[in-house]
């Protein structure tokens, strides 16, 4: 047996030990547990930043085109899980501020936005101790982008250039607000001024790279015409993007103020119930495109015609006038009436989104026009008219009032347009093309649209970044191929007639992205000739079949005599089954 002071002796060890356990269990969770979970924290607080951050950028997006004055609450820091026993850093702080202001230039404009000519970034930043490579956050040029050490991901789209409209919205005063509890940012919008440029270098303050700006504009700006240069002295701070795009463009600025109005004066503003995010002048596939504009100096109606490039009928739901721009003048309209039976809508500028009582239906792929009217309407005048649609998308239309835009006519001898700033219609200001052009079209900086018959002995060939022929338009060789190629992007024969000895269609061979669209098309050739069709890998040949009779639609891949003929899938997918004709899958 042990005596009473073995006994104790053992007690005294264990107890020992049991402590020393208790030290290394806790050293250990000081050590490691600790910062997981306090970096975890700050994860978390960084993703509800972004989200924030975003907000923010769609705040300063309403504040310019709809002249609202919206407040973003912006969570500047956090606090690390409370802990009885583990000991905790400082809580994180953050900071939201505005950079020094640089300058904005259009060249040969002197006074191209209201107050100084200068703009600023909104950036975040938050000091965590225990996230590694935690990225900053900004907002510049209607974009927000995060930006780490060695690279920066854009997290939204942008609306810096819109068809042949360049919106500039610069980010005017001296903001700084740092701390840990939720602070509320707030923003002003200012006066607006429209400027019309040709051929113009536009230069904006930038910490986002060519490279980025060249994805961010993609579809905009051609890459060759988008340039940042760099400070002289490295300073990422000093650096500026310069746009050169070729061609007529309406420069629109829109200052907007952080924590007050903005230098130059503010704007009235109201709420309208369209997000920032929603399409200004859109111009992309699916999307109703406000295609032409035709003012009379003597009439007091201006007419607007949209088109509708998806494929559901739409109808205006709800419509507004955001604000209305009289340059050298005094406010004179208070309203725009659109004209209908029995009665005229009514939109009083800068009022909410109000119902539109008249049917006003956009129908798939077709246009339709509306006037609105007005006596003070001017030349010169611009003003936004927003638009909900029936299925819940809106969008906003910068309307400039001139003698007429967009919907010019081609020539005479003219068949095809380079569509440079995408709107899907001719610009007088565009380059044109006539048959004899197409014995060897080649220029990947083209977007071609085919407008007119092309009827040619010697063949025709076109190879251009994207391809375009119009509805009920042929293309036509009648002792030769037909060779459509798009380097860049779609080829796009929807309801065309496609006809010679042998046909070839190949998209995207150098971006390795572009689906050939072939719906009601008529893909003809003499008989026993297949026609070939390649687009890139994971993109799509599409063909439909709306039943007899041919009228109706359908795709028909026949021979010169309307017999059955065959096309050749050599690479991508089919969707959908022709009217008449097959096509062999060798993909």
């Known amino acids: 047996m042990l005596d009473a002071d073995e006994r104790g002796q053992a007690i005294q060890v264990g107890a020992i030990l049991f402590f020393a356990f208790l030290v290394i269990g806790f050293t250990s969770y000081q050590a490691v547990i600790v910062p997981q979970q306090n970096e975890r924290a700050e994860f978390e607080h960084s993703q509800a930043v972004q989200e924030d951050v975003t907000e923010l950028r769609s705040a300063v997006l309403n504040s310019a085109f709809d002249g609202e004055r919206p407040s973003i609450e912006l969570r500047l820091g956090t606090r690390y899980p409370f802990r009885l026993f583990a000991i905790n850093p400082g809580p994180v702080g953050g900071t939201v501020q505005t950079t020094d202001a640089r300058s904005v230039n259009v060249s040969g404009v002197s006074d191209v936005c209201p107050g100084p000519e200068r703009s600023r970034q909104l950036t975040y930043s938050a000091d965590y101790g225990y996230l590694q490579n935690s990225p900053g956050f900004h ?16 997290s939204s789209g942008q609306k810096l250039v819109n068809g042949n409209r360049i919106n500039l919205v610069p980010i005017r005063n001296e903001y700084s607000e740092n701390g840990i509890a939720a602070k509320s940012v707030e923003f002003s919008p200012g006066q607006i001024r429209t400027t019309s440029v040709s051929n113009a270098t536009v230069k904006v303050p930038t910490q986002l790279s060519e490279e980025r700006w060249v994805e961010v504009l993609d579809g905009e700006v051609n890459a060759s015409n988008i340039d940042v240069l760099n400070d002289e002295d490295g300073d990422p701070t000093n650096d500026m993007l310069e746009l050169t795009p070729s061609g007529d463009y309406t420069v629109i600025c829109t200052p907007v103020g952080v924590g007050g109005d903005p230098p130059g004066g503010a704007r009235a503003s109201v709420s309208d119930g369209l997000g920032g995010d929603d399409s200004v002048n859109p111009a992309g596939s699916g999307s109703v495109v406000l295609s032409a504009t035709e003012f009379d100096d003597s009439s007091d109606e201006i007419e607007l015609t949209f088109k509708n490039t998806g494929d559901e009928d739409l109808n205006f739901s709800r419509a507004r006038v955001a604000f209305y721009y009289e340059p050298n003048r005094n406010a004179e309209v208070e309203s725009l009436k659109l004209k209908g039976s029995p009665d005229d809508d009514e939109f009083f500028v800068g009022d909410a989104l109000e119902p539109v009582d008249q049917m006003v239906e956009v129908e798939a792929g077709e246009t339709e026009s509306i006037t609105l009217s007005d006596s003070e309407i001017r030349k010169d005048d611009l003003f936004e008219f927003g638009v909900e649609y029936s299925d819940g998308s809106s ?28 709107n899907g219609f001719y610009d007088s200001s565009e380059t044109t093309y006539k048959e004899n052009d197409f014995t060897g079209l080649d220029n990947g900086t083209v977007n071609l649209v085919i407008a007119k018959d092309v009827s040619r002995n010697g063949g025709v060939s076109a190879k251009t970044s994207t391809i375009t022929v119009e509805s009920g338009v042929t293309v036509n060789s009648s002792n030769n191929q037909v060779e459509l190629i798009s ?13 010679g ?25 003499v008989s026993g000739s ?40 050599n690479q991508g997918s089919l969707d959908g089954t022709p009217e008449r004709g097959n096509v062999t899958d060798n993909s």
Do not use: C, W
């Open 487 to 499: 380097y860049d992007g779609d080829i796009n024969i929807q309801d065309a007639n496609i006809d």
């Open 501 to 525: 000895d042998s046909v070839t269609l190949k998209a995207g061979t150098n971006s390795g992205t572009g689906d050939i669209r072939a719906e009601d098309a008529r893909l003809v050739t």
């Open 395 to 422: 969008a906003r239309y910068f309307v400039d009032v001139a003698d007429s835009i967009g919907g010019a006519t081609l020539g005479p001898n003219e068949v095809a347009y380079d569509d440079q700033n995408g």
């Open 139 to 154: 907002v510049e040029n209607t974009v927000s982008y995060r930006q780490y050490d060695d690279r920066a991901i854009v």
């Open 530 to 569: 297949n026609i070939q069709v390649t687009p890139p890998t994971g993109n799509t040949f599409f063909v439909n079949s709306n039943g007899p009779p041919e009228s109706d639609g359908g795709t028909y891949i026949v021979d010169r005599s309307g017999a059955p003929n065959n096309a050749t899938l």
